[in-house]
């Protein structure tokens, strides 16, 4: 088998990089990734994962390199892309940039698949496509609302896609995350996720910062679950004509409940423009992906604080 997974030096990306290499030594994967953002040491130092150091949006037909990569991508069973300029705040201040990647750079490796016979495309949607949404839990025939450029973005690379399986018969699946956690997630840059933040405050003797009251509830989804759906995805014969499929736990927690693990002190500063909750409708991953959610995030947060010696909480 051959895969090329963008992004692979990310928080996703790498996490399913290590998984394909330790369940099947007969592989070679391909890591595309600028490292803007991403990590050389996240990624497996495995014989069979090749480094492609290139940025996706510039993988334009009028661009040297573009050549390059068809060539080392020819042949691969799918493509995973995870590479993206990711979070809500971030692209309100830099939407063009943004859209430069996130949209600019899907088509780009969209053409590259069709070009090159590259068969399934699995794609890294999100929540955020929902919007402040009143439907809970929420099914992918929910309204689209996005609340920001990243959400917008990310509504587009799905029209892409299943524009792509209509028209040049490519196999395509878009599955939308909500609320990534787990090991590797960034706890610096612009990308950090709240307990990344939180961690980072607490090592420094900082109260948390809290936006709003804290009553937000978020669908907090394990990494290790995310990683499971998309290798689901990529050999289902039930999916590959552009389906959407929620990727969620399935249950929400309050940002007060996930601070409180961390415990006191804590700073709360004016709302931010965001939705008041998320909590994923799965059944359609279940049904056509047979997959189930099998994280626990209060588990996993108690026990990364214990590791981590951050916890001054001992309920």
Same mark, same amino acid.
């Given at each position: 088998?051959?895969?090329?997974?963008?992004?692979?030096a990310?928080?996703?990306?790498?996490?399913?990089?290590?998984?394909?290499?330790?369940?099947?030594?007969?592989? %070679?994967?391909?890591?595309?990734?600028?490292? !803007? @953002?991403?990590?050389?040491?996240?990624?497996?130092?495995?014989?069979?994962?090749?480094? =492609?150091?290139? *940025?996706? !949006?510039l993988?334009?037909?009028?661009? *040297?390199?573009?050549?390059?990569?068809?060539?080392?991508?020819?042949?691969?069973?799918?493509m995973?892309? +995870?590479?993206a300029?990711a979070?809500?705040?971030?692209?309100? %201040?830099?939407p063009?940039?943004?859209?430069?990647?996130? =949209?600019?750079? @899907?088509?780009?490796?969209? %053409?590259?698949?069709?070009?090159?016979?590259i068969?399934?495309? =699995?794609?890294?949607?999100?929540?955020?496509?929902?919007? *402040?949404?009143?439907? +809970?839990?929420?099914?992918?025939?929910?309204? !689209?609302?996005?609340?920001?450029?990243?959400?917008?973005?990310?509504?587009?690379?799905?029209?892409?896609?299943?524009?792509?399986?209509?028209?040049?018969?490519?196999?395509?699946?878009?599955?939308?995350?909500?609320?990534?956690?787990?090991?590797?997630?960034?706890?610096?840059?612009?990308?950090?996720?709240?307990?990344?933040?939180?961690?980072?405050?607490r090592?420094?003797?900082k109260?948390?910062?809290?936006?709003?009251?804290?009553?937000?509830?978020?669908? +907090?989804?394990?990494?290790?679950?995310?990683?499971e759906?998309?290798?689901?995805?990529?050999?289902?014969?039930? =999916?590959?004509?552009?389906?959407?499929?929620?990727?969620?736990?399935?249950?929400?927690?309050?940002?007060?409940?996930i601070?409180?693990?961390?415990?006191?002190? +804590?700073?709360?500063?004016?709302?931010?423009?965001?939705?008041?909750?998320?909590?994923? *409708?799965?059944?359609?991953?279940?049904?056509?992906?047979?997959?189930?959610?099998?994280?626990?995030?209060?588990?996993?947060?108690?026990?990364?604080?214990k590791? %981590? !010696?951050?916890?001054?909480?001992?309920?």
């Amino acid at each position: 088998m051959k895969y090329i997974i963008t992004g692979g030096a990310g928080f996703i990306g790498s996490t399913l990089i290590d998984e394909i290499v330790s369940r099947d030594v007969d592989v %070679e994967i391909i890591c595309i990734d600028n490292f !803007s @953002t991403g990590f050389a040491k996240n990624i497996s130092k495995s014989f069979n994962v090749k480094v =492609v150091n290139t *940025d996706i !949006s510039l993988l334009t037909p009028d661009n *040297d390199n573009t050549d390059t990569v068809k060539d080392i991508v020819k042949g691969a069973d799918a493509m995973f892309h +995870f590479a993206a300029k990711a979070r809500v705040q971030p692209s309100i %201040e830099n939407p063009i940039n943004f859209n430069n990647t996130n =949209v600019c750079g @899907t088509l780009n490796l969209l %053409e590259i698949c069709r070009q090159t016979g590259i068969q399934r495309f =699995v794609f890294s949607s999100s929540s955020s496509i929902y919007g *402040d949404t009143d439907i +809970f839990p929420t099914p992918e025939t929910a309204p !689209s609302n996005p609340l920001s450029p990243y959400g917008l973005q990310k509504l587009i690379g799905e029209q892409y896609c299943k524009l792509y399986s209509t028209i040049h018969n490519i196999e395509t699946v878009c599955l939308r995350y909500f609320n990534a956690y787990g090991d590797k997630m960034p706890l610096t840059g612009a990308y950090c996720l709240v307990m990344g933040v939180w961690a980072q405050l607490r090592r420094a003797g900082k109260p948390l910062i809290i936006y709003g009251d804290g009553g937000q509830r978020r669908d +907090f989804t394990d990494v290790k679950d995310i990683v499971e759906a998309n290798l689901l995805a990529a050999t289902s014969s039930r =999916v590959g004509n552009g389906e959407i499929i929620n990727i969620g736990n399935g249950d929400n927690k309050s940002i007060q409940d996930i601070a409180d693990i961390f415990g006191p002190p +804590f700073e709360y500063k004016p709302k931010r423009l965001e939705p008041a909750q998320t909590l994923a *409708d799965n059944t359609k991953a279940q049904e056509l992906l047979e997959w189930k959610p099998t994280g626990n995030v209060e588990q996993w947060l108690l026990q990364y604080l214990k590791n %981590e !010696s951050l916890c001054n909480n001992t309920n």
